[in-house]
C-alpha cells in the first residue's frame, strides 16, 4: 500500500554520456511507470531525450557541464575555462527546466544518477532526493587507487552533483558494505530482455569496443582480429562497434571475423550464445555478461572507474583484464574460458539474481507523503 493518496510524481536525472545510464534509468522508469507512478525524464543531448521519449517517457534536456579530470583531480580552472562559454545557455536550460515542472507538476520525488540537473532541482522545490547509481562507491568507499588512476575525480563530481541525498542506492556486481544507514548496495539493474535471454554456448566469441575521446577502437579490433585469424581457427569473433567507427573496422573481417553496426537485440543475442566476451570496461556490459553467465577479457578506457571494475573481474577471477590485446593474455583467457565460466555462474547465482527495482520502486513508496526540505528561497 502507498502512504501517497495518488500515485507518485517522479522525475529522474539521467546522465547522457554513453548508453550504460540511459538503459539502467530506462528500466527503472517502466517499472515504476508498470507501477501506476507518473515518470518524467531529465538528460543531456538529443539522441538521449528521444530515447526516453521514443519509450513514451516526458524527457528534456539539461544541461551537463565539462569536468575533465587532470592528474585524477578536478581543477577550477580547468572547469571555467571548459565551461565559460556554455555557462548561460546552461543556465537557461536550468531555468526553463524549472518552469515546465512548475506548470505541468512538481514531483513527489526526484533520482538521480550522476549528473546534477535533478538535484538542483529537488533542492529548489524542497523535494527528496535519491541516488540510484555505481559511481557512488567512489564517493562513500575508501577505495584505492589502480596504476596511475585513484577515484577523487569521481568523488569531486558526484560532491558537486550531489552535495547531499536523502538516500543511495548504489548498483554493484561484486559484494560491498559501508556502516552508513543512508546507503544501500544492490544487484545492478539488468533489463528483462538479458535476464530472459535464452542463454547458450556456442564456438563464438563476441566483442565489443567503444570510443572515449581519442581511444577508439581500432587498436583493439584490429589486434584482436589478427590473434583470431592466426590462433583460433575453432571460434568464429563478431566484434561490435557504432555505426560511425564500423566503415573503418571492416578491414579487419574475414570469413570467421564479423565487425557488426551496434544493435542492442542484437548484441544480447549474440552475448547469449558466445562462449566468452571482449570489451572495454564499462559497468553495464560487464553486468550483463554476468547475468547471462558469460566470463569477460576487459581492455579498460582511461579513467578510474573502467580500470576499478577491470581489476575487481580478474580479481574475482570472472574474466581477465589487460591494458591491451595481448596475444598470451587472450589465448590465457580463452584456454580458461570453462573454469571461468563456472566461476561466473556461482557469481550470480549467489549476488546478482535479486532484481533491485522492488527495493528501489518500495523505498519510494514509503516515503512519507509530508517528506519535504525547506524551499530554496527562489521558490518561495
Wanted: positive net charge; charged residues 25%; hydrophobic residues 40%.
Amino acid at each position: 500500500m502507498f502512504e501517497y493518496p495518488r500515485p507518485l510524481s517522479v522525475v529522474i536525472g539521467v546522465n547522457g554520456i554513453g548508453m550504460g545510464h540511459s538503459v539502467r534509468q530506462s528500466v527503472i522508469a517502466q517499472y515504476l511507470r508498470d507501477r501506476g507512478h507518473l515518470v518524467r525524464i531529465v538528460t543531456n543531448g538529443s539522441a538521449r531525450v528521444e530515447y526516453f521519449r521514443d519509450l513514451g517517457f516526458p524527457a528534456w534536456d539539461g544541461w551537463m557541464p565539462t569536468l575533465l579530470a587532470r592528474g585524477d583531480r578536478l581543477h577550477a580552472g580547468d572547469a571555467v575555462r571548459a565551461n565559460v562559454w556554455q555557462t548561460p545557455a546552461g543556465a537557461a536550460k536550468h531555468l526553463r527546466l524549472r518552469r515546465i515542472l512548475r506548470d505541468t507538476g512538481v514531483p513527489d520525488v526526484f533520482i538521480t544518477d550522476y549528473e546534477p540537473n535533478t538535484p538542483r532541482l529537488a533542492y529548489h522545490f524542497g523535494k527528496p532526493l535519491i541516488s540510484v547509481d555505481q559511481q557512488s562507491k567512489y564517493r562513500h568507499l575508501d577505495l584505492p587507487p589502480v596504476g596511475r588512476y585513484a577515484r577523487t575525480a569521481d568523488e569531486q563530481r558526484l560532491r558537486y552533483f550531489a552535495p547531499h541525498v536523502d538516500r543511495s542506492f548504489i548498483c554493484s556486481f561484486v559484494p560491498l558494505k559501508a556502516d552508513d544507514q543512508k546507503l544501500e548496495f544492490i544487484a545492478p539493474v539488468v533489463p528483462d530482455v538479458v535476464r530472459s535471454a535464452r542463454v547458450s554456448t556456442e564456438p563464438l566469441a563476441t566483442a565489443y569496443f567503444s570510443r572515449y575521446f581519442d581511444h577508439g577502437p581500432e587498436e583493439s579490433v584490429r589486434a584482436l582480429a589478427e590473434i583470431f585469424r592466426k590462433h583460433v581457427p575453432d571460434r568464429a569473433l563478431r566484434i561490435y562497434a557504432q555505426a560511425s567507427e564500423t566503415r573503418d573496422l571492416r578491414q579487419y573481417a574475414d570469413e570467421r571475423i564479423e565487425i557488426c553496426t551496434f544493435d542492442r537485440e542484437a548484441f544480447i543475442a549474440d552475448m547469449a550464445r558466445s562462449e566468452v566476451v571482449f570489451s572495454n570496461a564499462g559497468f553495464n556490459l560487464i553486468s550483463e555478461a554476468f547475468v547471462l553467465g558469460k566470463p569477460v577479457h576487459l581492455i579498460p578506457l582511461p579513467t578510474y572507474d573502467q580500470h576499478w571494475c577491470a581489476k575487481v573481474v580478474h580479481e574475482a577471477e570472472l574474466g581477465t583484464a589487460s591494458p591491451h590485446i595481448i596475444p598470451g593474455a587472450v589465448l590465457d583467457f580463452l584456454s580458461r574460458s570453462r573454469e571461468l565460466h563456472n566461476n561466473v555462474v556461482r557469481h550470480r547465482d549467489q549476488h546478482l539474481l535479486a532484481d533491485p527495482r522492488e527495493r528501489i520502486a518500495s523505498c519510494l513508496e514509503t516515503l512519507p507523503a509530508t517528506s519535504q526540505r525547506p524551499l530554496a528561497p527562489s521558490a518561495r
